[in-house]
Nanobody
Framework: QVQLVESGGGLVQAGGSLRLSCSAS????????MGWFRQAPGKERDFVGA????????YYAESVKGRFTISRDNAKNTVYLQMDSLKPEDTAVYYC?????????????????????WGQGTQVTVSS
């Protein structure tokens, strides 16, 4: 089992940047495909992006493509979400997730049920 802890959320003005981090416990971090989701109040949990075990492949939701970047450092058991050009509609709780399976299609990776472990979430608020 892996435990995930997100950090780096906060309040930022529109157009600004934030970098979220997700630290994972245990020695097997490199065996997990990692993902990021977000959930705004009253809305469903939406896929943000995913990264393969090696970090060589990534998927992004259309709404964040070109603005957000996912990376990972397997030596540090950490996955990152760099968020640039933030918009008020990016306001949400952001969740880190881990999947024991390999990277599948974007459609499959976009399903919350795909993932085995979830962090507690970190709030990101973008003011206009």
């Amino acid at each position: 089992q892996v435990q995930l802890v997100e950090s780096g959320g906060g309040l930022v003005q529109a157009g600004g940047s934030l970098r979220l981090s997700c630290s994972a416990s245990g020695p097997t971090f490199s065996t997990y495909t990692m993902g990021w989701f977000r959930q705004a109040p009253g809305k469903e949990r939406d896929f943000v992006g995913a990264i393969s075990k090696s970090g060589g492949s990534t998927y992004y939701a259309e709404s964040v493509k070109g603005r957000f970047t996912i990376s990972r450092d397997n030596a540090k058991n950490t996955v990152y979400l760099q968020m640039d050009s933030l918009k008020p509609e990016d306001t949400a709780v952001y969740y880190c997730t881990a999947d024991r399976s390999g990277l599948a299609t974007a459609q499959v990776m976009g399903r919350p049920a795909r993932y085995d472990y979830w962090g507690q979430g970190t709030q990101v608020t973008v003011s206009s």
